[in-house]
């Protein structure tokens, strides 16, 4: 496509469900990021691919959170037993990953989670 | 890891004024960029520069690496450049970026 999208746009759940959040890059990137943004705050970094493979993960907050890539195509961002603090919107990007433009990274929509 | 602060906070500009955002961080750095999101949320990328001065139409921005800071000039503001202007460098030796808390621009007709 186009660009970066994600899906659901919106997403209300109840404390305690699991919840799937989706990336689809722009074809041909290889590099892809998620990252958390709460209410009038910056952007979190939670999780970086590089291909299928996730070299940094430093910025996952609890073992309830998961993610995987399949190629160098769509991820999933899983979050297991939500919890009110995890209300946000969750936004990726993604990356040429080859050179300068290596480092220019493209953002979706991003997905807002609202944990009731 | 590496801090990094964005002034000012908020800004109000008539349409056709001229504003400069700074950025300052607390590590050396070989990866920064700039991001615009709109009033809708998304996310623009408006520049990769860890150093040097890059100019798009009426947006330029400088990043002095040796002093830490980097700065982004609007000139002529437009009702449509409205936003929350975000600077990221990279954390050294990863692939992450590292948000500011962001300058919270509102360009009044």
């Known amino acids: 496509g186009a660009g970066v999208s994600q899906s659901p746009s919106n997403k209300v759940t109840e404390k305690g469900k699991d919840v799937e959040l989706r990336c689809d890059p722009i074809?041909?990137?290889?590099?892809l990021y998620w990252y958390r943004q709460r209410l009038g705050q910056g952007l979190e970094f939670l999780i970086y691919f590089q291909g299928n493979s996730a070299p940094d993960k430093s910025g996952l907050p609890s073992d309830r959170f998961s993610a995987e890539r399949t190629g160098e195509s769509v991820s999933t961002l899983t979050i297991q037993r939500t919890q009110q603090e995890d209300s946000a919107v969750y936004l990726c990007?993604?990356?040429?990953?080859?050179?300068?433009?290596?480092?220019?990274?493209?953002f979706g929509p991003g997905t807002r989670l609202l944990v009731l | 890891g590496i801090q990094v602060e964005q002034s000012p906070p908020d800004l109000i500009l008539q349409e056709g004024a001229n504003s400069t955002l700074r950025c300052n961080f607390s590590?050396?750095?070989?990866?920064l960029q700039w991001f615009h999101q709109n009033p809708w949320g998304q996310l623009i990328n408006l520049f990769y520069?860890?150093?040097g001065t890059k100019q798009n139409g009426r947006l330029s921005a400088t990043t002095v690496a040796t002093e830490r800071y980097s700065l982004l000039y609007i000139s002529s503001s437009q009702t449509t450049d409205s936003g929350v202007y975000f600077c990221a460098p990279g954390e050294g030796g990863s692939e992450k970026l590292v948000f500011g808390k962001g300058t919270k621009l509102t360009v009044n007709p």
């Open positions: 074809s041909g990137h290889t590099a």
């Open positions: 590590d050396s750095v070989n990866n």
């Open positions: 990007a993604t990356g040429v990953g080859i050179g300068e433009a290596k480092e220019t990274q493209y």
């Open positions: 520069i860890p150093s």
